[in-house]
């Protein structure tokens, strides 16, 4: 096999390889032999055709196969030899193949860049803190307490009024008719303008237990630009509420007291206030340990400037455009519209960002597989558990998670970033600053244009590329 280098411009490669006829012909040659063992002919006992009879017959496809293996195994071996780290699938192209010649391919690819460390602890960073006041615990306890709605029937009887709760019978019908998987009874219906859709609100308040009521709601015609509906396209059919009110029922005044913290599944109002204040230092710490971890990151791409395959780059800003195509078009509105600004502006400032990203990926991976971290399994369970919790099934999902391991997958980047960044924060200087909380929970970027992504999502692999598919597209509204 001979291999030519024809370019080497920056991180793009192309060689030239040739494989000797000989070489083709004696894997075709091997590759019949093999198949002749397993192949039944008339005339012939297993493993007895001649060689030349299996040929007639089988070398277009066994020629095939092995010019596809010859290609796989020589481009694998030539990338091994050479030590390249190509950044994504090389680009291979036969440029001569016949039957009984060389046969030649050229190979192009882009290579991942050299990065040099440095010490990073000459990096220097601010973590910002916030103290939990005692004043946003009771604020946070006053929430509480307006969510804690209990009510009891209306004595004496009177007419429903805003706030109350009716006990309700509702058979709902739909064009006409009977939708019995929307009705029910002895539901509970909030005169709630929030909760409830107001046009109902409006035609309940006054009812009284016993009363029937029909509430009709009739979706707006669509419009046209001829003002012709039907032009616009059919409208979606009415539905009718049929509603009988069982009882009416007022909510009861609230008391912030060791009964309200019982509900709550606290021992005692001290204790719920306890649990209150660490469930917002917890907070506090999230939002601490992002700040960090946007100022190491933005510390990184300011000290480490190295050319990025174009190549990732491209399809990190395609994975993010899309997404922002799909926004505008579930939106239905027009990009610039969407973004406030010309699209070939946008255009521009989040290629600029794909490039961000790629590179930051990029140097997130060489720190970590050049100070073997790595993410064990454990890991990926504790990621699960932290995303469960904000699921309305977390027990359900945390069980899926154990049955299917290869799921816990989708946590590998992030939880490999983050223990990249948490090994730097181990050695950089790092000084603490309390500030209120507006200034924790200010999004960094609200000052900015374009604002740049939170996390460099460093890739599917420890010490690998990042793979700009499984990156989250940045907002710039971060």
Not at 42 to 54: A, N
């Amino acid at each position: 096999m001979q291999v030519t280098e024809t370019l080497s411009e920056g991180l793009k490669r192309e060689l030239k390889v040739t494989v000797p006829a000989a070489d083709l012909e004696a894997d075709i040659e091997g590759r019949l032999d093999e198949l002749r063992r397993t192949v039944t002919m008339k005339g012939f006992r297993r493993g007895k055709v001649p060689l030349s009879i299996m040929r007639r017959h089988y070398q277009p496809r066994v020629m095939g196969e092995v010019l596809q293996q010859t290609i796989e195994t020589r481009s694998r071996e030539i990338i091994e030899e050479r030590a390249l780290r190509p950044a994504m699938q090389p680009e291979i192209e036969i440029t001569a193949f016949d039957e009984g010649k060389d046969l030649e391919f050229t190979m192009g690819m882009e290579v991942l860049p050299s990065i040099e460390l440095g010490d990073f602890a000459e990096l220097e960073v601010t973590r910002l803190k916030a103290e939990v006041s005692d004043e946003s615990v009771e604020d946070a306890l006053g929430r509480l307490a307006e969510a804690d709605k209990v009510f009891e029937p209306v004595e004496p009887p009177r007419p429903a009024a805003a706030g109350d709760q009716l006990l309700v019978d509702i058979a709902v019908e739909v064009d006409g008719k009977p939708a019995p998987e929307r009705s029910g009874t002895d539901l509970p219906l909030e005169l709630d303008t929030e909760a409830l859709m107001p046009e109902m609100t409006e035609q309940l308040v006054g009812a009284e237990a016993g009363d029937e009521r029909e509430v009709t709601l009739t979706p707006p015609e669509p419009e046209s630009e001829g003002g012709d509906a039907t032009e616009a396209g059919a409208t979606d059919p009415a539905t009718v509420f049929r509603i009988t009110v069982k009882e009416v029922r007022e909510r009861l005044p609230v008391s912030v007291d060791d009964a309200f913290a019982e509900r709550r599944g606290a021992d005692n109002l001290d204790a719920l206030r306890g649990v209150i204040r660490e469930q917002i230092q917890e907070q506090y710490e999230h939002a601490s340990q992002a700040r960090l971890k946007r100022s190491l990151l933005d510390l990184l791409d300011e000290h480490y400037r190295f050319d990025v395959p174009p190549g990732m780059v491209e399809r990190e800003f395609e994975a993010v455009w899309e997404q922002i195509e799909n926004d505008a078009k579930g939106s239905e509105v027009e990009i610039a519209e969407m973004l406030d600004q010309p699209e070939e502006e946008a255009r521009e400032e989040f290629r600029q960002i794909a490039e961000r990203r790629v590179r930051l990926g990029l140097l997130i991976a060489e720190i970590g597989g050049s100070n073997e971290i790595t993410v064990e399994q454990e890991d990926l369970l504790r990621a699960a558990m932290m995303n469960a919790r904000g699921h309305p099934e977390p027990q359900r999902l945390l069980e899926y998670y154990r049955s299917q391991p290869q799921a816990l997958e989708r946590f590998r980047p992030t939880v490999f970033e983050d223990k990249v960044i948490a090994f730097l924060s181990e050695l950089a200087t790092v000084s603490d600053e309390i500030v209120d909380v507006e200034t924790l929970l200010r999004d960094p970027d609200e000052d900015e244009t374009p604002s740049e992504p939170e996390s460099a999502e460093a890739g599917e692999q420890e010490n690998a590329a990042p793979d700009a598919d499984e990156s989250a597209a940045p907002d710039k509204s971060d």
